[in-house]
């Protein structure tokens, strides 16, 4: 308990630090900000006793994509970032930019709002994204299972991020994480340091699915994530 409220100030240290040091690269340039996201990420893990290993290679010729994570834990924001190369922004719940300072950090990497419990304000921010993806080249980051696990195992996906992977021809880019779920679950405060391994995973191509036969796009990309996992 004593270890993880150590690790709880330590990690609101280095993010608003962290944080404010991103807001000022951003007012300088898009591209410096970017690159800095991946210090800004390892250095708020660090204080929080996390170590980020990635496993593969970033296919930085090709995209945008629409890359998609499972999701464990609170820290997967912090996670994923710092693998990804080029420009990006993600789908998060709505309520997240109303956060001091995380919100704003949000803002700046035009991260797209999306309301779960409201079906068509959702369709709207799925027809936000796949804006995003196609005038700004943006890789758009989505966690298909909506919410975080309770047990470990990967959920089931929704279907939101499969529609806008055909509308827009972005191929799926799998980055999926292990152990972030032992780290800290959506059921427990208590911290358990660790080093959390990311793995960059294959490209699911879009081309030939559309409406009619997107189950089976979802199922593969399903098993191709769990199979990461192992």
Not at 14 to 35: H, R
Not at 130 to 135: N, P, Q, S
């Amino acid at each position: 308990m004593l270890i993880s409220i150590i690790l709880y100030i330590s990690g609101f240290i280095g993010f608003i630090v962290g944080g404010l040091i991103l807001l000022i690269t951003a007012m300088i340039s898009q591209k410096l900000m970017f690159q800095y996201i991946y210090y800004f990420c390892h250095i708020v893990m660090f204080c929080m006793g996390v170590r980020i290993n990635i496993k593969g290679e970033f296919p930085n010729k090709q995209g945008p994509f629409v890359i998609m994570s499972n999701h464990g834990s609170f820290i997967d924001v912090f996670v994923v970032p710092p693998s990804i190369q080029g420009k990006f922004t993600a789908i998060v719940a709505a309520k997240n930019l109303k956060i001091p300072l995380f919100g704003s950090l949000l803002k700046k990497i035009k991260a797209v709002p999306i309301i779960r419990d409201n079906k068509e304000a959702a369709m709207q921010s799925i027809k936000l994204a796949e804006k995003v993806i196609h005038e700004d080249k943006y890789h758009m980051v989505i966690l298909p299972e909506g919410t975080r696990t309770l047990d470990g195992k990967l959920q089931k996906f929704k279907k939101g991020g499969f529609h806008m992977a055909i509308n827009t021809g972005a191929p799926i880019l799998l980055i999926a994480h292990r152990d972030t779920y032992l780290y800290k679950p959506k059921n427990r405060w208590i911290l358990s340091p660790r080093t959390i391994d990311v793995v960059i995973g294959p490209i699911i191509e879009t081309d030939g699915y559309d409406s009619n036969n997107i189950r089976e796009l979802v199922d593969k990309t399903w098993n191709e994530m769990n199979n990461l996992l192992k």
